[in-house]
């Protein structure tokens, strides 16, 4: 045993492979990625024995795998942000009726805010439309225990079992104690054992398997009520008062910040000299199936119950619908009285005063503060130290300094000029393309809609240009069925691969294209090039996105095709590589224009209006941050009178660009 | 409870920052959590980590900071402090690196964000009550480090030599030990060796 600190996600890991996970399978996606990363880390490193991890293609191919080692009576994990489980759902929706063998836990992991997300979608809500038991931990410790009861479960009901973590959880950190090695539980001798009334569904297997589900679910339910392993996860606290008629219920990480609220509450209560009314607090740790019995034990007594979650009122709506089918007299208060914030994250100051609020509090804490304040000086009301947010920079998220996409952007718009187009980008980081200067993306759905949302654009559309932006990851993952779309029904658009050899935004994993994986295998790499062909794309254009002429031919020649094109750009990330020499400003030549500015906008290019130069007059200059720049030489192409430059000492050929 | 906020720019270290803290913490016997900005915002967005210690013996429940109870701030860019400064608390103190990163956002514009202006609004903030104010000359001492990837423990290194933190400095020089990777322990222990000069 160590004592580490851990995030949340690692301590996942930790805890699947403590339980004896045998197999490992995930899509990368923020704020899950670092579960599957962690695993393959202690299995390179000889700590995790016997299993097997992997990025599968997308997040479908995942969840089939582990069915298929669940059949074989091994334990498999899963893991996804809340939209991977939109593109497991098939999968999901009907293994849950043809039942586990090896217990198969999903972490879904939920993006309230959201902080890195397409949607604030609520994985707890997925799981009741699944009929799949869902745990919903505070905390990284939480998660860490529930991920372990997850398998149990799963085996003694034959159920695939979800954890959902959010952000704040999956990206948390406290000290664990783990094993130093782990070993996964053997699968059963005999393997898979062929048993076609169960395995296979039917019609009829389904109808069947439906009666199951409805009878293993409130079995599940009493369980999360009575049972020591999860009632721990379904606490109620009573406080100020044995008889209380207010009650706090939260799920998720609010549970954590109502307690740090409630602590809050207490504090201004004492110091304003106000008594806090009697209340009982309640976690709901297993929002579905909910559990009733512990909550009927809560509500005892209660008049009034404030809930607060994140995303969904799932708790909210679970809650009402207990008291209403018990004849419990009970109001509810919540996100559906606009007494919670109906989307976006909690945080702890809003929490603290919606429950003052709630408790009746508010004015009388207000009240005495005020009085007690006025006898003192003045010098206890001065202002807080401040600085008005609108003299501060905005900072969005930006390209990388030297990131290739950059390059193809501006080469498509260079291509393209005035020729109308409609940019369709696609998941990942070239998402960023979206901003100024660049505006080279206008639409942004979900995992490999841009290929095909194009076609839908061309057919209404035709007199602009479809393009398609979509990256290596994605175009494996979600991209090829696109392809095929666009060859058999003949749409006219261009498809711009922006090949980078790794799944960039999430933090560099390997894919099908790069041919690493996670057992420390490299297999063939998938060609991307062979795909397309064999997708019906007859012209397939290859570019260096950083060489900026031949990649304005490349593109011409794609869109100019009528028919299904594509450009390959091919450039690593700059994750991946190390940096080049920083390029420099020649003081003598730079005119002050902003070109090298308001053409790419690259975040190592800044401008100093105070610098003078013989040509630049007083207008300024451009100044190169060195310990930015990583010398992808795109500015040296950009600037109009070549006054940027690869420094003579760092480079073997200055000027070498224009050949 | 003792809140300690360590903010910046996506790629300056923030990160490692916070697990040198937790570290440290958790060496007391403090019950400690942190939280962490990764994703998007990591691609030159702003970005902010969290940690919260127990320093009396209370559990922390959760890992985020409330508005106006940070008892430091630790700026590793001066916008991303004056960014933050609602989460200060009454008495808690900020200490900024003076050096800017501009965004390409402010590079476009007609009037561009320069790190001077941003020191000058912060001093000014603080004028009622100068000491709660540290910049630290972050510029300099790296030069003397040799090395810009030490500016998290420079920063480290100046906010727990004021002497505001219940930490010390040979704290933080053991969980340096054992955070950072053994090539780079040297070089972080002379960066705090040049902050606290």
């Known amino acids: ?659 | 409870m003792l809140n300690i906020m360590l903010t910046g720019v996506g790629g300056q270290g923030t990160v490692l920052a916070a697990k040198v803290l937790a570290q440290a913490a958790q060496e007391k016997g403090w019950h400690v959590r942190t939280a962490e900005t990764i994703g998007m915002a990591q691609r030159g967005g702003s970005v902010v980590s969290h940690v919260r210690m127990g320093n009396e013996g209370e559990e922390v429940f959760a890992p985020l900071i409330a508005k106006g109870t940070a008892d430091m701030i630790v700026a590793f860019e001066p916008a991303e402090g004056a960014r933050v400064l609602p989460y200060l608390s009454r008495d808690g103190m900020l200490v900024t690196a003076t050096t800017a990163i501009q965004p390409v956002t402010a590079a476009l514009s007609p009037n561009p964000y320069r790190g001077a202006h941003i020191i000058k609004q912060l001093v000014g903030a603080f004028e009622a009550e100068p000491d709660r104010l540290v910049i630290v000359p972050d510029a300099a001492l790296l030069k003397r480090v040799g090395n810009r990837k030490a500016l998290n423990t420079v920063l480290l290194a100046s906010a727990v030599s004021t002497g505001r933190l219940p930490l010390s400095v040979d704290d933080l020089r053991a969980a340096i030990q054992v955070c950072v990777k053994p090539a780079f322990v040297d070089l972080n222990l002379k960066a705090i060796d040049e902050a606290i000069f």
Not at chain 1, 74 to 95: E, I, W
Not at chain 1, 473 to 488: D, K
Not at chain 1, 546 to 570: N, Y
Request: charge should be negative; charged fraction near 20%; hydrophobic fraction near 40%.
């Open chain 1, 1 to 659: 045993m160590t004592k580490k600190l851990l995030m949340g996600n690692e301590a996942m890991a930790h805890a699947a492979l403590e339980a004896g996970v045998r197999v490992v399978a995930g899509y990368p996606g923020t704020p899950s990625s670092e579960i599957v990363e962690t695993v393959a880390r202690l299995h390179a490193a000889g700590k995790a024995h016997d299993v097997h991890v992997e990025w599968s293609t997308n997040e479908k191919a995942a969840l089939e795998v582990l069915f298929g080692a669940s059949l074989a009576g091994a334990r498999g994990l899963f893991t996804c942000k809340q939209m991977g489980l939109n593109v497991a759902s098939d999968a999901l929706m009907s293994l849950n009726y043809v039942s586990v063998r090896g217990g198969l836990v999903l972490v879904v992991a939920d993006d309230p805010g959201p902080i890195s997300s397409q949607t604030e979608q609520d994985t707890r809500r997925f799981a009741a439309f699944a009929k799949v038991p869902v745990l919903d931990p505070a905390t990284p410790e939480q998660a860490y225990a529930m991920v372990k009861e997850a398998f149990d479960l799963s085996e003694r009901f034959h159920t695939p079992v979800i954890v959902r973590p959010t952000t704040r959880v999956d990206h948390a950190s406290a000290f664990f104690d783990v094993q130093d090695e782990t070993f996964a539980l053997p699968a059963p001798e005999a393997g898979f054992e062929r048993d076609v009334s169960t395995w296979i569904i039917f019609p009829r297997r389904a109808y069947e398997a439906h009666g199951e589900i409805n009878e293993r679910l409130p079995q599940m339910a009493h369980a999360f009520s009575t049972e020591a392993a999860f009632a721990q996860f379904n606490e109620v606290i009573t406080a100020c008062g044995d008889t209380p008629t207010f009650g706090i219920m939260a799920g998720g990480i609010s549970a954590a910040y109502t307690r740090e609220a409630l602590r809050m509450v207490h504090q201004r209560a004492e110091a304003a000299g106000v008594d806090m009314p009697p209340y009982r607090f309640m976690q709901v740790g297993t929002p579905y199936p909910f559990p009733a019995d512990a909550v009927a034990a809560f509500a005892d007594g209660l008049g009034d119950v404030l809930v607060i979650e994140e995303l969904d009122y799932v708790l909210e709506d679970a809650l009402a619908a207990w008291a209403g089918r018990n004849r419990v007299s009970l109001t509810v208060h919540g996100k559906l009285t606009d007494e919670a914030r109906d989307r976006g994250e909690n945080d702890v100051d809003d929490i603290a005063s919606r429950i003052e609020r709630f408790l009746g509090l508010s004015g009388r804490i207000r009240l005495r503060l005020r009085e007690s304040s006025e006898g003192e000086s003045e010098q206890a009301g001065s202002p807080a130290p401040a600085v008005s947010p609108e003299t501060l920079p905005v900072r969005p998220p930006v390209l990388c300094p030297g990131c290739p996409h950059r390059g193809a952007f501006y080469a498509v718009k260079q291509a393209l000029r005035k020729t109308p187009a409609v940019m369709c980008g696609d998941i990942g980081c070239y998402t960023l393309g979206n901003a100024k200067p660049l505006e080279a993306i206008d639409t942004c759905l979900c995992m490999g809609a841009g290929i095909t949302m194009a076609q839908g654009l061309s057919i209404v559309d035709p007199g602009k240009k479809a393009i398609a932006y979509v990256g290596d990851s994605t175009f494996f993952a979600s991209g090829m069925t696109g392809l095929a779309n666009a060859a058999y029904n003949g749409h006219d658009i261009t498809v711009m691969v922006l090949d980078n050899a790794t799944t960039a935004m999430t933090g560099s994993q390997p894919h099908p294209g790069t041919g690493i994986t996670l057992m420390g295998d490299r297999n063939q790499p998938l060609s991307i090039e062979a795909v397309l062909t064999a997708n019906g794309f007859t012209r397939v254009y290859h570019a260096d996105p950083l060489d900026k002429d031949s990649s304005i031919v490349a593109v011409k020649a794609a869109v100019e095709f009528e028919g299904p094109s594509a450009v390959i750009f091919e450039s690593p990330c700059i994750q991946l590589i190390k940096p080049k020499v920083p390029v420099v400003v020649n003081t003598e030549i730079c005119t002050g224009c902003k070109k090298c500015i308001t053409e790419i906008g690259c975040p190592a290019i800044a401008f100093d209006p105070s610098a003078q130069g013989m040509r630049s007059g007083d207008r300024g200059q451009a100044v190169i941050d060195a310990a930015l720049c990583n010398g992808c030489d795109l500015c040296t192409q950009v600037c109009p009178f070549k006054a940027i430059v690869v420094p003579l000492s760092g480079s073997p050929a200055e000027g070498g660009q224009d050949a």
